[in-house]
Each structure stands twice: as structure tokens, then as C-alpha cells.
């Protein structure tokens, strides 16, 4: 398949759902062209900001399928893939490949604490079964494994990867990562308690793969866009300073609870969180309000505010 290095800001989208609970597709279509004019260069669908540990194995199938009818050639689609093994996962990747997927996002297996060996392995042995191209997320906070730069490095020479998506807090890895000089998009979480986005973007990165996207879509990005200027690097420090009390909003609760309730408040397509999780209430809520009002981002997008009440 075509091999297209995906640059700027890279959406993990929420999962919409419906009031009976079941996944809301034409809330996809809206929230994909959402995305598509305001200048979100890539989406991943069904990453931890999409509730994906909570859908059933026949959600996940449907919304591949359904989802990648709906994408455009200027934006790239990837879902997430990783399964609870590698014989699943590659079978994963490839329902993903033949129904319409632009490519595959896959971070360590979760709960089975694997050493950083066996997951190494595990990411060329999908990379060998498939031609989709792939992106690894390293995120030892989610999963425990956390890949050493020199393990990813080994890992980029593979042709399949596109992407790598650094969620620690080692402003070296990525550096070094970057002077290996891999042929991939290398990209940071936007949390700014992890204090990557500055250092990625300023060493040479290629952009953000981020949620607070779902809300203000067009900031981000201008936070992701690479450093070909010095007016490049000015638009970065004026829009991440500006946006820095909502990053830190939508990072208050664990991924996606701040920024799915808010969503639902502003009259975004989104429906409520899969149980066992529940929105924010009261003055937790209430705070991201007041923050979209004082950045201007209900004007700007026409955000129709309701009580904070309904996310409850």
C-alpha cells in the first residue's frame, strides 16, 4: 500500500454513541468533516481517547468498516489495532487493511506487562504479516512496557512504519529518536504534564497525535505543524501559550472522561462514556466551560453551550 508520512495533527478521535448505548455513525460523519475543515491532517479511531478497551470485538469490526466509507483523500484514517496477542492483533490489521484502512496504530498489549523484548518482537511480526502501514505508540503509563530509543530505532528500519508516537515524559528518548533519523513521523502526546509538545516540535517533529484536537481541532493544528520558519516557531509559542489551560483540562481526568464530557456540553456529537467511566459534573465541568469562553473557542466554532447539567 502507499507509504504516506503523515505530518501535523494527527485527532484520536472519541467514539460516538448513541442513548441506547450502541456506536452513533452519523456522529462519525459529522465529527470526520468537523476535522476535515478545520484542518486536522490525520484521524485515529478507536485509540484510548475512543474508549477502545470498552467496545465488543463486533463494535470494533463495524466501525472499521463504516468509518473508512467515510474518509477523504486529505485526511488519512487509522484505527487502532493492538489485540491481547500478536496472532489476534495481526488479524486485526488485517480486517483493518482489506476493509478501506489508510493504516494501523499499535501500542504493547495491554495487562501483560510484557518485557520490552518480546514487545519489540511483537511489533516487526505484525509489521512482516501486513503491507498497511503502521504506527507504534509507546505509552508505558497505559500498558507498562516502554520501549528504550534504541529499540525503535531497530524497530523504524522495518518499511511498514509510518509513525511513532511518544507518550513518556524523556525529552532524550525523543531527541534521539530524531537523530537516528528514521524515515517515520515521529509526534508526541499533546499532555503538557508530559512536556513534550515544545521540545518534539523544536527538535525537528512532525507534529502532535493528540485529543484536545477534539475541541479546538484548528489550534492544534497550528501547534503540530513542523518548524520550517522562524514564523513557524512564533505561530507554535503564541498558540500553545494561548491553549495552554484547556491541554491542561482535558488531560485533569483519565483519557477521554474531561474531554468527551465537555464535548457533550458544547453540542458535539458524542453521546455519554461507556460505563464502567462517567462524565464530569458540577464545578469539574464547569471549569472546562469557563475555559472554551475565555479562549473565544465557542465563538470561533459555534459551540451552542448548554447546562452542565446534561453531561451528568
Known sequence: MARRLPTGSFVALITPFNKDGSVDFAAFRSLLTFHEDHGTAAVLIMGSTGETSLLAPEEKKAIIVNCAKMKSARVPMFFGCTANNTAATIASVAFARDNGADGAILAAPAYICAPESDIERFFLEVADATDLPLGIYNNPPRVKTDLHWEQLLRIFRHPNFVVHKESTARVGQVAQVLAGKPNVA?????????????????????????????????ELATISTPWTSYADAEGFRTAYLHLLPLLHFTYSAINPVAVKSLMKVLGLPCGDLRKPLTNLEGEALAKGVRIVQELGLDRRYGYKLKPVSVAA
Not at 515521529?186 to 475541541?215: A, F, K
Open 186 to 218: 515521529v509526534m508526541c502526546c499533546d499532555s503538557p504534564n508530559l512536556g513534550l509538545v515544545v521540545p518534539t516540535m523544536s527538535l525537528g517533529g512532525h507534529g502532535t497525535t493528540n485529543m484536545t484536537g477534539n475541541i479546538a481541532p484548528a
